[in-house]
């Protein structure tokens, strides 16, 4: 059976699902917006970058330019590297060559002219790298490079080498002519520092093939590793993941990179504003939709609300509930309140007054059907009274009056009240009382009831009917015959019933009887069975739904009736 759905539900997946697509509309949208000052950024740091790479490219060209020059063609250069050089003449070359190295010495590098022997050693830094305190630190380094050059083989000359050390980092590049070295030198370090901007977060370092060269702590900070700054990737989830824009250029000339690192903040710095009015936007948003939500759950739903409680008062037998009714409420939802209301009322008067009716017709026709079939009994009884007043019985005849005058008191109680099972117990005895006075033929009556179930309400004849019909059925048959009455409690669906057992020995029920008895409902306007007809009758009036019975056949032959009351007492 398909589910119907409901409008409220029905509203709320709407207004979800607009809401989804709003957000997930305003997710793209953001990609797009983070996405494009990402592109915007790596635009601006690859401008920089290639700047600055260009101005390594530039510096070490000119250097390696001056070193040819110098080896090639300066004669102050050649004077020097002869052994037998007179002091005067050496003296004015050394000058010569200061002057030029002072002239052609880079900001962020170093010249240093130096031969095996030692008689010649002289060198220059640049303006980036002087620092006038530490003028111990130059000469060592000078020293160093004199004996990395004069240990290295032929075939590192004229090649731009790496060069570290715990306190620096350097491309350095040499020529040598005889014994005498010429070796320009640029400090990493420095030109690291001249690229910084105090007002970019973008971080610069270089790196050869084997191991990151300068900024080694930042980069260490970055926890980035060296194969992914040689060949970063740009997608918007990869630098998200890393926590880093990174950009590189590598110098295959002179096996060595650059590469620019710039954290998240920084393009948090530029696409701020947009995402805070993105989630201006978005708070917005979702504010609206929930104002716009209640407001059509006060004017949409709020009346489909109490037309559907209406409904339900309506279709239950008794309504037990009105529609509800809110502190603000607006004009046309109280018309359609009150309008409810009294629908509601007017029916619950129509139905108590149609259910009196109804309870009056029944409680009247179930009367005249319990005296109808009790007219040929009476008679009887009177039949009876009359033969032992011809033949003198008179203390046959007094027991017969006083039992068949309690059972006309009793029957005579309102069939639709309710009685104690004790009550009802007597009745039987007065019941059975008067057909052994008025049968040749004597019947057994058995009774396994526990006391503590005497107080237990019952409905009136409940037990009597079936030891009526037990006798009229079986009132033929030449055996003695038997019938037993039990009663306990059960407890049914987590409730507590009453368990009456009613059998016999006689001919039993037939299989059409069988089948109309256990019928829900079962015609009580019948030839046959009529008093246990009207006996469920009357149940099922008392209990409504709130009740059981079965009917059956034993295997060793005998009729047999379960009946299950909610258990009340006194």
């Known amino acids: 059976m398909n589910k119907i759905p409901s409008v409220k539900k029905r509203l709320l997946l709407y207004f979800c699902v607009l809401l989804f697509v709003s957000l997930l509309c305003f997710i793209l949208y953001g990609y797009y917006s983070i996405s494009t000052y990402e592109q915007q950024q790596l635009y601006c740091n690859q401008a920089a970058i290639d700047i600055f790479s260009n101005q390594v490219s530039s510096e070490l060209d000119d250097l390696v330019a001056f070193n040819q020059d110098i080896y090639s063609n300066d004669n102050d250069f050649q004077m020097l590297s002869v052994a037998s050089i007179s002091e005067q003449q050496r003296l004015i070359s050394e000058h010569n060559l200061r002057r030029i190295i002072k002239n052609r010495v880079p ?5 240093f002219i130096f031969n095996a022997s030692g008689t010649e050693y002289f060198y220059r830094f640049g303006s980036e790298v002087q620092d006038f305190p530490l003028v111990n630190s130059h000469i060592r380094l000078m020293r160093n490079l004199r004996a990395f050059w004069l240990a290295a083989d032929n075939t590192k000359l004229m090649k731009w080498q790496t060069y570290t050390d715990e306190s620096n980092t350097l491309l350095i590049n040499a020529y040598r002519l005889r014994d005498l070295y010429v070796c320009s030198v640029l400090d990493l370090d420095s030109f690291s520092d001249t ?3 105090s007002t970019s977060a973008l971080q610069y370092a270089f790196f050869s093939p084997n191991q990151i060269l300068t900024n080694r702590t930042y980069v260490a900070q970055t926890k980035l590793s060296l194969d ?13 993941s890393h926590g880093h824009l990174v950009q590189s250029v590598y110098f295959d000339d ?10 998240l903040q920084g393009i948090w710095v530029y696409s701020r504003f947009s995402i805070f009015l993105l989630l201006i936007v978005l708070a917005a948003l ?3 939709f929930y104002i716009i939500y209640r407001l059509m759950q006060r004017i949409l739903i709020y009346p489909l609300n109490q037309i559907s409680l209406a409904s339900q008062q309506l279709t239950r037998s008794i309504p037990n509930a009105r529609p509800t009714t809110t502190e603000k409420e607006l004009k046309e939802f109280q018309t359609i309140r009150i309008a409810l209301e009294q629908l509601v009322l007017q029916k619950v008067g129509l139905q108590t007054e149609n259910t009196t009716k109804e309870r009056e017709k029944e409680h009247a026709l179930l009367q005249y059907y319990q005296l109808q079939t009790r007219s040929h009994f009476f008679l009887n009884c009177l039949k009876s009274l009359y033969n032992m007043l011809e033949n003198g ?3 046959k005849m007094r027991m017969m009056i006083l039992a068949f005058s309690n059972h006309l008191r009793y029957i005579f109680h309102d069939n639709l009240s309710l009685v104690t099972l004790r009550s009802e117990l007597d009745e039987v005895t007065d019941y059975h009382n008067i057909i052994q006075l008025d049968r040749l033929r004597p019947s057994l009556l058995s009774q396994q009831i526990d006391p503590s179930l005497l107080d237990c309400m019952v409905p009136p004849l409940v037990i009597q009917t079936f030891l009526e019909n037990s006798y ?3 009132g033929r048959s030449e055996d003695l015959l038997r019938f037993s009455i039990q009663a306990d409690q059960i407890e049914l669906e987590q409730k507590l019933y009453l368990r009456i057992r009613l059998c016999d020995n006689g001919v039993g029920y037939s299989n ?6 256990n019928a829900e409902n079962s015609d009580y306007l019948e030839t046959d069975h009529v008093g246990i007809g009207n006996l469920k009758r009357r149940i099922a009036l008392i209990y409504q739904n709130d009740y059981q019975t079965a009917f059956f056949n034993q295997p060793n032959g005998g009729a047999c009736s379960l009946i299950f009351l909610p258990f009340r007492t006194v």
């Open 107 to 111: 900001a962020c590098g170093a010249i």
């Open 195 to 197: 690229c910084k901007d």
């Open 228 to 240: 992914f700054i040689k060949s970063p990737t740009h997608d918007l989830f990869t630098v998200l």
């Open 254 to 263: 002179y096996e060595v990179g650059m590469c620019g690192i710039m954290p």
């Open 286 to 288: 979702c504010t609206s």
């Open 393 to 395: 019985e008179r203390e």
């Open 472 to 474: 009229k059925h079986n």
């Open 512 to 517: 059409e009887m069988l089948k109309k008895l």
